[in-house]
């Protein structure tokens, strides 16, 4: 009943920028939290960075100052400008949100994710 569509990825060179976009879709009542996790090859899933439904926003120590979260409520949808890129980045980026969503008559709270997108940064 819900899902999650990322879209923005690809190759692009060390310094250069991309933006990721993730937008959900289905009988959707509320979106609570919503972050961006990176998984490289051989290493765990790990947050990049998250932003709650009000706005706050939280980035793990290695993209400070280069990347940013942001959501447009009315669109269902979260971003992630990441910018100054580096081979370290190179990762599949996924999208997950805490989504609040009906089903028949019942109402479920539950967390999901989408399918991932590549993002390689070539030196």
């Known amino acids: 009943q819900v899902q999650l569509a990322e879209f923005g990825g690809g190759l692009v060179q060390a310094g250069g920028s991309l933006r990721l976009s993730c937008a959900a879709s289905g009988s959707i009542t509320s979106l609570a939290a919503m972050g961006w996790y990176r998984q490289a090859p051989g290493k765990q899933r790990q947050l990049v960075a998250s932003i709650t439904g009000g706005g706050s926003t939280n980035y793990a120590e290695s993209v400070k100052g280069r990347f940013t979260i942001s959501r447009d409520n009315a669109k269902k949808t979260v971003y992630l400008q990441m910018n100054s890129l580096s081979p370290e980045d190179t990762a599949v980026y996924y999208c997950?949100?805490?989504?609040?969503?009906?089903?028949?008559?019942?109402?479920?709270?539950?967390?999901?994710w989408g399918q991932g997108t590549q993002v390689t940064v070539s030196s």
């Open positions: 997950n949100a805490d989504v609040t969503y009906y089903s028949g008559r019942t109402y479920y709270t539950g967390n999901r």
